[in-house]
């Protein structure tokens, strides 16, 4: 850390501020809070699932759908960190509101975490898209590892105050109800994502921009259609979007899954809270050396190691009978799903032009956001026809495989031919 610059350092501690919303809000958390709201207004428990799923849904793809145009847009002088602050602080201000909804309104708290979803999503479309203006192209790599790295180290203290306050609160260790615990969690969550932003806001500005013009919001959408119809010229980009949907929908599968399939093998829940705990702990200091060593040994190659070792992870997965067996399982993920998401994000940084970073990284969040959709119907539907969740988990393997045939056909190089240059892109 003492080796990089205020810039890069900023940057990277928004990685440390805003994974305690990841952990303790969508996954561990907030989920069980929703549902036992849901249930003690007297809703049926398939209800409420089927509302937290259309809630999930219905953010998802509002930020994905908006997500190229607000890119576009951001592309112009002063606009990318004002589109940061937004939705960085609607963000923060409706995961405080959890916190103060009483939690009989499980509908209004159900909207406050929509909001939620649509400012964490938001803020990351053009935090990813800070990147190229922090940092050179001979450290995007390193930088986008450390990140990750201090994602993963940062989530892990406010996920020990939260789940601490609730499990001393079960065990009536401190005078809180569960509910209140749970509430001071979730106030704890928009504390730390706001307070470790400050640097961002502080010290981050966009040095890689198109100039003003009369009418941002009319050309940013005759920009984006010009982009479109000349796909074409950005076969290297496109190629990559295209590997990475397959791949990582392949992660992010087996990362949201992963609580489920440890069910169905007999796991407790208090295991399984250890397991992720542990997961994220394993996973900073690999994250850190996929960088480093991409830096060795290129990026590409690296992402090629990290799809190979998720191909074992399915292969594993079929043969998994035992919690010991669930452990090696967890901590191979461990060794690879930090280094594959950060090299991802610094690869397509190092190919995209970087006046029109925000853009291009507005469709890295749309193939990022839709890769959620096959891979869970995948599992389910082998799960379901074979009757055997560990045949589900196995059927990933053919995501893994179609991306890295695609990846391997991506350009090494960051340097387009002249005939696929990017100076056609405003014409």
């Given at each position: 850390m003492s080796r990089m610059s205020k810039q890069e350092k900023s940057w990277v501690f928004y990685d440390w501020a805003n994974s305690a919303y990841s952990i303790l809000i969508t996954t561990a958390v907030f989920p069980l809070y929703f549902k036992a709201a849901a249930s003690e207004a007297g809703l049926a428990g398939s209800a409420s699932t089927a509302y937290w799923g259309y809630a999930n849904s219905f953010a998802t793809l509002l930020i994905s759908i908006c997500a190229p145009v607000l890119g576009?847009?951001?592309?112009?002088?002063?606009?990318?960190?004002?589109?940061?602050?937004?939705?960085?602080?609607?963000?923060?201000?409706?995961?405080?509101?959890?916190?103060?909804?009483?939690?009989?309104?499980?509908?209004?708290?159900?909207?406050?975490?929509?909001?939620?979803?649509?400012?964490?999503?938001?803020?990351?479309?053009?935090?990813?898209?800070?990147?190229?203006?922090?940092?050179?192209?001979?450290?995007?790599?390193?930088?986008?590892?450390?990140?990750?790295?201090?994602?993963?180290?940062?989530?892990?203290?406010?996920?020990?105050?939260?789940?601490?306050?609730?499990?001393?609160?079960?065990?009536?260790?401190?005078?809180?109800?569960?509910?209140?615990?749970?509430?001071?969690?979730?106030?704890?969550?928009?504390?730390?994502?706001?307070?470790?932003?400050?640097?961002?806001?502080k010290n981050v500005n966009q040095v890689y921009y198109k100039a003003r013009v009369s009418n941002p919001i009319s050309?940013?959408?005759?920009?984006?259609?010009?982009?479109?119809?000349?796909?074409?010229?950005?076969?290297?980009?496109?190629?990559?979007?295209?590997?990475?949907?397959?791949?990582?929908?392949?992660?992010?599968?087996?990362?949201?899954?992963?609580?489920?399939?440890?069910?169905?093998?007999?796991?407790?829940?208090?295991?399984?809270?250890?397991?992720?705990?542990?997961?994220?702990?394993?996973?900073?200091?690999?994250?850190?050396l996929y960088g480093r060593f991409a830096d060795k040994y290129k990026g590409k190659n690296m992402l090629l190691i990290g799809i190979f070792v998720y191909i074992i992870i399915c292969t594993y997965a079929y043969f998994l009978k035992t919690t010991l067996d669930f452990w090696i399982l967890a901590m191979l993920v461990a060794s690879s799903q930090g280094g594959i998401q950060a090299l991802s994000r610094s690869y397509f940084a190092k190919l995209v032009p970087k006046e029109n970073a925000n853009e291009f990284f507005g469709f890295y969040s749309i193939f990022y956001k839709f890769a959620a959709i096959l891979g869970p119907f995948l599992v389910g539907l082998t799960a379901q026809i074979t009757g055997n969740t560990n045949s589900g988990v196995f059927s990933l393997i053919v995501l893994f495989i179609i991306g890295a045939i695609i990846l391997i056909k991506v350009p090494e190089t960051n340097q387009l031919s002249p005939s696929n240059s990017f100076s056609s892109l405003d014409q």
């Open positions: 576009s847009i951001a592309d112009f002088k002063g606009f990318k960190k004002r589109f940061f602050t937004f939705f960085f602080a609607l963000g923060v201000i409706f995961t405080f509101m959890l916190a103060i909804v009483p939690n009989n309104q499980w509908l209004f708290l159900l909207i406050c975490y929509i909001l939620t979803v649509i400012g964490f999503g938001g803020t990351n479309i053009f935090y990813d898209a800070f990147l190229v203006d922090v940092t050179s192209e001979d450290r995007m790599n390193k930088i986008s590892s450390i990140g990750f790295s201090m994602g993963y180290i940062g989530s892990t203290i406010p996920f020990i105050l939260g789940i601490a306050l609730i499990i001393f609160a079960q065990q009536n260790i401190f005078p809180l109800s569960v509910t209140v615990a749970s509430q001071i969690a979730f106030a704890i969550t928009a504390l730390w994502w706001g307070l470790f932003t400050i640097p961002m806001l050309n940013s959408f005759k920009q984006l259609f010009r982009t479109i119809k000349k796909i074409k010229l950005y076969r290297p980009l496109f190629l990559f979007l295209l590997a990475y949907f397959f791949y990582i929908d392949g992660v992010h599968t087996i990362i949201t899954m992963s609580t489920a399939y440890g069910s169905d093998l007999g796991i407790d829940s208090t295991n399984l809270l250890i397991i992720l705990f542990v997961t994220q702990v394993v996973a900073a200091p690999f994250a850190y």
